[in-house]
């Protein structure tokens, strides 16, 4: 009984839509609603919906805005945007669907209907036999109540997403952050409750220990005070970062978690064959050894947490692995924007993620000498280094291409490549150039501390 109420397809926004794809299904207009589709009930166009409109007309799509508002209405809100209108459009009626094709000068089935109500816009365009969209409506943060209409809406909607037979008609018509969007809303089971997210991570934890217990691997556990006499690579950072939002407390905790952790890793022999394992070497962060509560992140969110900071420890590790020929065999990666840079940027300064046990660094030593990994905290600094018994014949330099940040939606990326050069020690020959991370990462800094001129 509610399929006159069905649209074609359900998006988060209007933002999230890419209008290249829909011109390329033979779309040719597009009739937009304004109130709670483009902009909240109201209110005036802005700088990012008059851009909007001129990337949608550069496609060579039309448009045109079908509303039910005045004439005084809508000429305010297409001050800066030039495109076709009708206003009182008496919707859901068909008649000025209609007219609105006529308008444009296309055929029926070249018209794309975008609006955020079932009962006007979506109906309207079903009685018109059109494709539409139906886009979550624009509440604000202070609206704690929505009108019983939209509840009706609501359970019409969860019915149609779960029939298949009028779910995704349109395909693949979404910007490539929409699709993250959208797999990051798919709830998985740890993602329930609380009670869910610990039964998750218990069973990680117990699969961890049996894959090791049945693995063949050979792991790294010897240490010795003598260090090997060949410098490698080097690193060093602070430990305490500052800056507009960052809790001094939290910071301070996480070089207690550091300081810990490094001295359980600090001059560990990695025999060629053998894995080094972060976790294995660290082992369990807990209260009782003296561990505190750290940044970590959760949901995109940082927020305080057991061992918070040692995700520094693992990524001054990868740094050091990442100059030298040895292999990672296991990297698990988190936003590199967590704080903004200070002084000169350097490539894969932060991202790289551990989490007890089951979120793990690992690499194995594949050459002919032992390798060596000392790592200590003195005068606020981080320092590491990685030894061998005699200096490799490459030496390896990572760079970044095209570092900037871009806004999607309402959030900031840091958006760059990642490249590592594999040089010929004696001959300086360039022997290999690898990528070793497409970035694209959530900036989790004060967006007003991103510098203006890396802004694209």
Avoid at 218 to 239: C, D, G, H, Q, W
Wanted: aromatic letters at 10%.
């Amino acid at each position: 009984m509610f399929e006159r109420f069905y649209p074609y397809e359900y998006s988060d926004s209007v933002f999230s839509i890419d209008y290249n794809k829909i011109y390329d299904k033979g779309f040719r207009g597009i009739l937009f609603d304004i109130d709670n589709t483009l902009v909240h009930h109201g209110d005036n166009s802005n700088p990012e919906i008059d851009a909007l409109f001129r990337k949608i007309q550069s496609t060579g799509l039309k448009t045109l805005l079908l509303s039910n508002n005045d004439e005084a209405r809508v000429k305010r809100f297409i001050k800066n945007i030039d495109t076709l209108y009708i206003c009182d459009a008496d919707k859901p009626s068909a008649v000025n669907y209609f007219e609105a094709i006529k308008m444009l000068n296309i055929k029926r089935e070249e018209a794309l209907v975008i609006g955020d109500q079932l009962f006007t816009d979506i109906l309207g365009a079903n009685r018109s036999r059109m494709a539409s969209i139906l886009v979550k409506f624009i509440k604000l943060e202070s609206e704690t109540r929505i009108g019983k209409r939209r509840y009706l809406e609501y359970l019409i909607l969860e019915f149609w997403k779960h029939n298949k037979k009028y779910y995704g008609r349109l395909g693949d018509i979404y910007t490539e952050e929409a699709k993250r969007n959208m797999q990051k809303e798919k709830k998985l089971f740890c993602e329930i409750s609380p009670v869910t997210y610990t039964i998750s991570k218990t069973k990680e934890k117990c699969k961890r220990h049996l894959q090791d217990f049945r693995s063949k691997e050979k792991f790294a556990k010897t240490k010795i005070k003598r260090k090997l006499p060949n410098v490698v690579s080097s690193y060093s950072s602070e430990l305490i970062k500052k800056g507009k939002g960052i809790d001094p407390e939290l910071q301070k905790n996480k070089a207690v978690n550091i300081r810990l952790a490094s001295s359980k890793i600090n001059g560990i022999i990695i025999h060629p064959g053998e894995v080094f394992s972060f976790w294995r070497t660290v082992g369990k962060t807990t209260k009782r050894k003296g561990y505190r509560d750290g940044r970590i992140i959760s949901g995109n969110k940082l927020i305080p947490g057991l061992g918070g900071g040692l995700c520094n420890l693992g990524n001054t590790i990868h740094l050091l692995v990442l100059h030298s020929p040895l292999t990672v065999t296991e990297f698990h990666s988190h936003s590199d924007a967590l704080a903004p840079d200070h002084g000169e940027r350097v490539p894969f300064s932060s991202g790289t993620s551990v989490s007890y046990n089951y979120i793990d660094y690992r690499f194995k030593n594949n050459t002919q000498q032992d390798v060596q990994l000392l790592l200590w905290c003195k005068g606020g600094k981080l320092y590491g280094e990685l030894r061998s018994e005699r200096e490799y014949p490459q030496c390896y330099e990572l760079y970044e291409e095209d570092h900037h940040f871009h806004k999607e939606g309402e959030k900031y990326y840091r958006i760059s490549k990642i490249y590592r050069k594999v040089t010929d020690r004696t001959s300086g020959k360039i022997m290999a150039r690898e990528l070793v991370r497409d970035n694209h990462s959530e900036v989790m800094f004060d967006y007003s501390l991103i510098p203006e001129e890396l802004i694209r």
